[in-house]
């Protein structure tokens, strides 16, 4: 990580964790005379689901603010907030956590391969292990890679629930739709402090 991603995860820490999320990552890179600086979030551990648009706008809005208070990014920037998205690799045990519902596929250490909807970790005194919809029990310890497989139906699903909250509204074309709810990985894109738009 370098020393501007440092300070900056310094600032928007905080930020992220008094909105009640997880800070997942964060970098800054300079991009021509400008800096561009990524910071991914996430709900806690022990929560199930996604994180909706609304809470991934207002800590969008807090991490900005904070970012232009302490002037912690030189000159002007490009502030992406995301989440992880069903595309992240399941390498640590938080987030086999935050699989859970999720359909998975496990490579194990014997080079097979486990599929099926994690429905449990458990903290075991050998270590933790993942609980299969079959009941199968796979040590974490077994696992070289996991994958959370997309589920269209699921997001169909979503996109349902979404359009029922919105009422007759839903079946309009507007900019204000089309935010990224219901997705896996919606993304805010946030001019900063001295960036036009």
């Known amino acids: 990580m370098t020393q501007q991603a440092d300070a900056v995860r310094g600032v928007v820490g905080p930020v992220v964790e008094a909105a009640g999320l997880y800070l997942e ?3 800054a890179t300079r991009a021509g005379s400008k800096s561009v600086v990524r910071v991914t979030v996430d709900l806690p551990d022990d929560a199930v689901g996604s994180l909706d648009s609304d809470a991934l706008g207002d800590v969008s809005r807090a991490i900005s603010a904070a970012l232009d208070t302490d002037d912690v990014v030189a000159g002007a920037y490009t502030l992406e907030i995301s989440t992880p998205g069903t595309s992240r690799p399941l390498t640590e045990l938080r987030h086999f956590k ?3 519902t999720r359909m998975v596929t496990l490579k ?3 080079g097979s391969r486990a599929e099926g909807r994690l429905t449990d970790v458990l903290d075991d005194t050998d270590g933790a292990v993942l609980v299969l919809d079959d009941d199968r029990r796979i040590p974490v310890a ?12 699921r997001l169909e699903d979503a996109q349902d629930a979404e359009d029922s909250e919105l009422g007759e509204s839903a079946g309009e074309d507007t900019d204000e739709d089309s ?9 805010g894109f946030r001019p900063g402090r001295n960036e036009e738009g």
């Open 25 to 27: 990552e964060v970098s």
């Open 98 to 100: 935050r699989a859970r």
């Open 108 to 110: 194990l250490t014997d």
């Open 142 to 153: 077994d696992v070289t890679r996991g994958k959370v497989e997309v589920e269209l139906r």
């Open 179 to 187: 935010d990224g709810a219901g997705t896996d990985n919606p993304t």
